[in-house]
């Protein structure tokens, strides 16, 4: 076994210069591990499509699908509790991590049960059932302790170490994928070893974290401490983006619900950029929150001003250039019916990029219950949302609420959050400006040259110059830089090479 060197308190430095180095280092760090990851994962996925063929490839979608909710029901919000709980003066580590790990596996016996129940009675087709319980019970065992391992490594800003843990275990499972295709293995073998797949980055995330710290055997009365309103929040955020799918069908019909998604899948990608972000401030918000409100304050509306920033940079192109993006994308047949659609989708890329700041501003003040009660609104609206106007207008009507939800939730969390104010007059109505200036210049390029490649190309450089002009955002462009360089260096060095 590895040695363990126990660790009773994380220092967090409250220079906003160093919190602002860290926080460009470690978004730096998933950036580019997460694109890398996803660019290969997707090219795996379409050759197992193709090996498949689509029958079968519905199962193993349905099973991924399962095992996506599986991970949450093994978590139900402890990550942001326990970072909540470790970014505090004098937090036991050890015994934060022991309680952790032993709700989590709690989760995963109830979660097992649940799963196993589901896959028995709901399926009966004995494959369908075979396939749902090698690919998502492997999975819940090794998502316990892969949790635990990105979960400590959020609460102490290492994202690095989250970076390799997220990268081992897609590309173990991405790797054994394409494996199976170039030995041709049969759809039940192929299962079962992507299901084992998982536990590379079960092992790999237990292992980084026992070599740091030795879990303890006392218990940390933290842990429960507004569990539930994060367990709640968690799960309508789940719910938000399945709206769509789980209503459009019935109100516009299985077509008009086929434009909508894959005109949804555009703007989902390109959400993973200020996700990125987000996650990099995270854990300095709730050490803020904990012990300084006027530093939380400052961040959050820096934070808000980055995100809101790199949303529109993506958002404004997507928008103004739909209808090319869906020819380029899936097709010429899809043009009439998904381009105006993406048109709309895009602009909850923007949206969200505000949300998503606005929303960690309350998590990380212990407001969490509040942000629960905005998306629970947003659920209701967008409910409606999606069934009137989707049985109106189809996919263009859905991508309306999907944009109405996003504006529910942008009132929301600034209605219910007490620096409301400030966070308008330091953050956002800086955002809106810029938004004024983006569009404005974006119209203006497409209008002269037009929509393709040209087009798009010179609307994203356009957009890119006038934000790299803003100090602060090239602040973090230059940092995020020099870490790439200095990690290739030391890359480099590490291999002997000169």
Known sequence: MFPARPVVAIRLDSEPLSAGTRIAKNATYLLVSDVGVRIITALVGILVARYLGPEQYGVLSLALALLGIAAYLTDLGLTPVMIREGTKPGASIPELLSGTLRLRLLFAVATTVVMVLLAWFYYPSATVRTVILVVVLPGIWAGVFRGIGTGYFQMTQEMQYVALINAVAALAGAGMFLLAVLMRWSFPVLSIGYGLSAVVGGVLGFLLVRRRVAFGRGWHRGLLTGLPAFTLGGGLGLLLPQLGPLLLPHAAGLEETGFFTAAYRIPAVLLAVPGVVATAFYPQLFAYGASDRQGHRALSARELRLMGSLGLLLAIPTSLHARWIASVVFGAAWVEQGGPALALLAWTVALASVNWPLADALTTQGLQVRRAEVQAVAV???????????????????????????????????????????????????????????????????WVVGSGWLGFGLTVTAGGMVLVLDREIRGYTVQGMKMIVRTARAARVGRGVR
């Open 380 to 446: 209701v609206v967008g409910a409606g949302a999606y069934w009137f106007l989707g049985r109106g207008w189809g996919a263009l009507g859905a991508a309306g609420a999907a944009l109405a939800v996003e504006t529910v939730l942008t009132v929301g969390f600034l209605v219910l959050n007490p620096d409301a104010r400030t966070l308008v007059r330091t953050g956002l109505l800086s955002v809106v400006v810029k938004a004024l200036v983006l569009v404005a210049l974006a119209w203006a390029v497409t």
